[in-house]
C-alpha cells in the first residue's frame, strides 16, 4: 500500500516491482526478483519464464498495471503457484484508484508442505 500511496496509479509494472523491492528490503524479507522458473512437459524442459517476485519462499508476487483483473490473470498466478509449489499467491493490480480494489489472494489448489527448503522450487 506504501508504493500505491506515494507513486500513485497508472506507471509501468517494472516501477511498482522497483518499488516494492525496496519496501522488502527495508523490511528484511528475503525474495528474488524476475526468478527464472522451469516448465517441463512430459517430463522434459520446454521452456522457462519468470515470476515477478518469490518472497520468503512462500508468496508469489504478480504485479501488474491494467485496466481490469481478468480470469486469465488469475489462472497465470494459480499456475506459477503450482509449478512453484508455493502456498500462496497475490496478483496486484496498481491501475486502481484505491489499492485495495486491485488486490488479489491466490491459494494454491495442490500445496504440498515441504520437509525443507531443499525441497522447495523458489
Known sequence: MEVHRD?????????YIECLELELRDRELTFERQRVV??????RLRT??????AVEHTVIVEVKSIAEILPVHKAQVITYLMVTNCPVGLLINFNVPRLMDGVRRLINP??????GPEDQTL
Do not use: A, C, H, T
Open 7 to 15: 507513486v500513485g496509479p497508472g506507471l509501468p509494472e517494472s516501477i
Open 38 to 43: 522451469p516448465v517441463f512437459y512430459k517430463g
Open 48 to 53: 522457462r519464464y519468470r515470476v515477478d517476485l
Open 110 to 115: 495442490r500445496y504440498k508442505q515441504s520437509v
